[in-house]
């Protein structure tokens, strides 16, 4: 693991696998980079495989000013030596990869976008509401808000243990599964990666700012995509997630799309040998220009690594 400053924050990544096509692995909010533990090992033979964590997020530090995530990625990228790349994002790495595809087209060789979200897009009132149902109510939403803006006193570990199973059920298992439907140790290591995330968030990590999506969003400019494009979701994910994925899969041209069956919102975690084989038949598709910096030599990482 290393570690950049970008707009005064350090951002932690991993840079492994030979100096090949890049693939840079992107993760959503409930997770951070060792999500794509999974991936990395069959990837990093044949590509140079970057990934990273947003800032409060995994080993980044704190959010220190409002930031624009797609613009963080590109200014990695920059870091690294890294002219073209595959952006595979899960969930809203989804939608900053999209952004960035939107932003610098001639950077990014081909997107994976795995149960993305959508900047630009508004969320229906049936998906506020089944949040507000499974999450927020089970904890309190005065006593959630609390937490959030500092002034929650000392956190009750049960408040916290009940927000984080609660926010990773209803995502990696989906609306109409339970956590029983996880093997154990995704789940384990699910809700190791969302409680580091949300202890540091109601500590204070991401108070200073907050994230920039693009403007105007790419919700109204999926036409503009250009990027060769792989659009693949759980058929078990909260259905207006799903709807997202839908939207994206017939308004950008050429775009392929999969859906996985009894797979939640997290098919990377979830299904990892399904979704590793799903990857490689597009990646092999592709001509992907070789990335111009150079890759360290392999050492071994610890990304799949549990709390």
Known sequence: MEKVEIDGAQIAYDDDGFDGPAVVLIHGGTTDRRMWGRQIPVLRDRFRVISYDWLACGDSGDVVADHARHEQLLALLDRLGVDHAVLVGSSDGGKLSLDAALTAPERVAGLVLVGSGLSGHAWPESFTRLYRERVHERVGVERLRAYDEGHGGPVDPADLALYVDSMVELLLAGPARTRQDIEPDVWAHAVGMYRRTAERAWAGAARAGSPQDLEPGAAKRLAEVAAPTFVVYGAEDVPEVVAVSEQLAADIPGALRVEMPA?????????????????????????????????????????????
Request: glycine share 6%; charged share 25%.
């Open 263 to 307: 797979t939640g919102h997290v098919p990377p975690l979830e299904r990892p040998e399904e979704f590793n084989r799903l990857l490689l038949e597009f990646l092999d598709a592709l001509e992907v220009p070789q990335s111009q910096g150079q890759a360290p030599a392999h050492q071994p990482s610890d990304v799949g690594a549990d709390d």
